[in-house]
């Protein structure tokens, strides 16, 4: 197998040789910013929306990504292409970069910029017919006015915590609460309902990362011709739900079959979450920022 390339502050370099200081304040503290993004068939879908996700994310804790966002895009098709794949995971990370060990990150000089591409491990298909468990935890949501969860930042503890929670109780994914009781999302994901017809997703202002495939999903909904809402909700809500899934750009489109112990409806993934689901992976495999001239060229 061919080395993987991996984007390390302005050239490519093998992965064995892709390293950076332990004097990073993204690995002493968590400072940085990160996105993950995916390619279907050469296509990177909502590249865009991530990247203005990204450098949001860097305003807001003041630090300066050292390439425009158009540098960044080209940055990232041509890690795609170095590696010679077509439908791919892209991780992209601007850590504050190394500095000394007090937190005030004024001691760090670069940020360092890390791309990281490689073939997807594809959830298995058996997942998506058999639908996910999920149960909700102890641990709340960041208070969006503490750490913004609209931060995609190094800084995952929150959801950490939350996916250990899962695994403790058994269950393939964390429903997390706000400091209100109101449902937010899951430990990576986004969620919905579906309730007589009716589509709901809790508003970002809750404490919900704005997700790229949730807005996706909402969008593609509304032309689909269901009603979509973005309105608070409880766990009740979700317990009595006809449908209930998840949205993420790792796991697309999922059911959740069984939330704290109540099946859903009738335990099966709904109907309304599985036409969305095939009309999105319609959508990622056509649109997108082109990593190749033409489709011949992709490497499949
Ligand atoms: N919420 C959280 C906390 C996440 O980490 C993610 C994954 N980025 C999502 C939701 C889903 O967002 P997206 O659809 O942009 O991947």
């Known amino acids: ?3 993987q390339w991996i984007y390390l502050n302005d050239r490519l370099v093998k992965k064995e ?23 279907y068939s050469g296509n990177i879908f909502k590249l865009d929306e991530h990247l203005d996700r990204l450098y949001d994310s860097a305003q807001s804790i003041m630090m300066t990504i050292p390439y425009t966002k158009e540098e960044m895009s080209s940055i990232i098709v041509d890690t795609i292409r170095q590696n010679e794949l077509d439908s791919a995971y892209i ?22 910029v890390i791309i990281i591409a490689e073939a997807l491990a594809l959830f298995p298909e058996e997942l998506y017919q058999r639908g996910l468990r999920m149960g909700s935890v102890a641990t709340r949501r960041n208070r969006p006015d503490v750490l913004s969860p609209q931060v995609k930042s190094l800084n995952y503890l929150n959801n950490i915590l939350v996916k250990l929670e899962a695994n403790q109780a058994g269950v393939d994914e964390a ?19 579906v309730k ?14 704005e997700g790229i495939t949730r807005n996706a999903i909402i969008d593609l909904a509304d032309e ?8 608070p909700f409880t766990r009740h809500d979700v317990y009595t739900a006809d449908e209930v899934f998840l949205t993420g750009t790792a796991v697309e ?19 309304i979450t599985g036409h969305l689901l ?6 990622t495999h056509t649109d997108g920022v082109k990593c190749y001239a033409n489709q011949a060229d992709a490497v499949s």
């Open 175 to 193: 429903l997390m609460l706000n400091d209100e009781g109101y449902v937010t999302e899951g430990s990576a994901d986004n969620i919905f309902i």
């Open 224 to 231: 689909l011709g269901y009603s979509v809402a973005e309105t």
């Open 91 to 112: 991780r992209v990370v601007v850590s504050r970069g190394p500095g000394n060990l007090g937190l005030d990150p004024a001691s760090c000089s670069r940020p360092n």
């Open 17 to 39: 040789e892709a390293v950076v200081s332990v004097f990073d304040h993204g690995f002493l503290y968590g400072d940085g910013v990160f996105e993950g993004i995916r390619a």
């Open 196 to 209: 007589n017809g009716r589509i709901i997703t809790p508003p970002v202002y809750l404490g919900a990362l």
């Open 253 to 271: 489109v999922i059911a959740v079959i069984d939330v704290d112990g109540r099946k859903i409806a009738d335990g099966r993934p709904g109907h």
């Open 1 to 3: 197998m061919s080395s």
């Open 278 to 283: 095939s009309e999105f992976r319609r959508v």
